[in-house]
């Protein structure tokens, strides 16, 4: 069964730093794309940042690009996403997701496998 599953959301002012963790239990893990998406109250599902199999090509929506990492541990089945000077703006849920076959895209229907999400706060 595949199992999809986010942490490391919270609280967090804004200027400061938060590392998001998604663990995937897929078996094509290691020649998947995984991507980190997010959703606001009353908005639509948004691309944040992608990281291809190797980790050798990333892609980062616009408005994170500079602040946020995203880098995967394909031996842990691991993706993490790491978020500094952060933002009110910021704030919403976060998703992991699974992309197979492999390739960078900002398309959330690309993505098979999601996560429950994780809620990230940034206050003011």
Known sequence: ?????ESGGGLVQAGGSLRLSCVASVST????????????PGKERGFVAAIRWNGGNTDYADSV????????????????????????????????????????????????SWGQGTQ???SS
């Open 65 to 112: 690009k500079g602040r946020f990492t995203v880098s995967r541990d394909n031996a842990k089945k691991m993706v993490y996403l790491q978020m500094n000077s952060l933002k009110p703006e910021d704030t919403a849920v976060y998703y992991c997701a699974t992309k197979y076959p492999d390739g960078l895209s900002r398309n959330p229907g690309d993505f098979g």
């Open 29 to 40: 893990f290691t020649v998947s794309t995984m991507g980190w998406f997010r959703q606001a």
């Open 120 to 122: 990230v706060t940034v």
């Open 1 to 5: 069964q595949v199992q999809v599953v």
